[in-house]
């Protein structure tokens, strides 16, 4: 039996922002499989046609006056959307509207998010790719659970559960990596499955230089969002022990107790007080107030 079968409604988000090239078969190619899901195209702020190609193709268009940023066109998506599920998708012609099936086949065993993993080979560039290897690390020793790939924007979601977390997400492109890990947080069932990412037909809209601060950027969001303390102890923990360390060095030489030690020893209480307010903080941002 189909998940579609199950009279569950289904609406496909594309965020798109000059994608003239690829929105118009990008639609139709996810028409041809899915007649009857709500297809709905976030126009952010394009200076070419992308929206009136989405409207002749068949899909429900929102237009953003101007580029408001990847997360705000998701967000506005997910607002406009009436299904039960709502499958998230380039409209770069990255990803392959046939693949919607098989995060769709993983909902319908009970999972509340399915996350299309990229493999070898479908990263942008080397840079990229062991930039994701490191997040993918680092999310799976937050989490407990194997992250598959943690910034992939394929990805399909229970829609009811979804907008819980509408308010944590930013405008940016880091809404995969936010939604994900308060998923994991909120204690909802995730599931990655493999997929092939083709080369995006344009040119992206991702800056190397200007974004080059988004990698610190995420390996922060990643702890506070989930685990704050796990981030910040081991941190603590160091600048403890080199305390402890330098301060029997200079006992041993010099018997005496340095600023440089004080200043370590506090340095690693502060950490440690740090991430135990965070943690309480971040408990209180997933509290249910329903």
């Known amino acids: 039996m189909s998940f579609l079968s199950l009279s569950i409604k289904l609406s496909v988000v594309l965020p798109a922002k000059n994608e003239a090239a690829t929105v118009g078969i990008v639609v139709a190619a996810i028409k041809a499989l899915h007649s009857t899901a709500q297809i709905i195209v976030v126009n952010d702020g394009s200076n070419d046609n992308t929206a009136d190609i989405a409207t002749q193709a068949g899909a429900d268009v929102i237009t953003h006056p101007y580029s408001k940023g990847n997360g705000a066109a998701i967000k506005s998506g997910a607002r406009a959307a009436t299904g039960d599920v709502i499958v998230f998708m380039d409209a770069d012609g990255q990803h392959n509207p046939e693949d919607i099936a098989d995060l769709l086949a993983e909902l319908e065993q009970g999972y509340d998010l399915v996350v299309g993993a990229r493999q070898a080979g479908s990263q942008a560039n080397l840079g990229r790719g062991m930039a994701n290897g490191f997040y993918n690390k680092l999310a799976t020793y937050m989490t407990g659970h194997q992250v598959g790939d943690l910034t992939s924007g394929f990805r399909a979601v229970r829609a009811e559960k979804f907008r819980e977390f509408l308010y944590l997400l930013p405008n940016g492109f880091s809404y995969p990596t936010t939604s994900t890990m308060a998923f994991f947080r909120a204690g909802y069932s995730v599931k990655y499955v493999p997929i092939h990412a083709a080369p995006r037909e344009g040119k992206s809209h991702i800056k190397p230089l200007k974004d080059g601060m988004r990698f610190l950027l995420i390996i922060f969001k990643i702890g506070t969002l989930y685990s ?49 307010i965070s943690e309480q903080i971040t408990a209180l941002m997933y509290k249910n107030e329903k």
Do not use: D, E, H
């Not at 796990?230 to 107790?257: D, S």
């Open 228 to 276: 704050p303390l796990k981030l910040f102890t081991p941190a603590a923990a160091l600048f403890f022990l080199m305390g402890i360390g330098w301060y029997g060095y200079t006992f041993t030489v010099m018997n005496r107790f340095t600023n440089m030690s004080a200043l370590m020893l506090t340095s690693g209480f502060m950490l440690f007080m740090m991430g135990l």
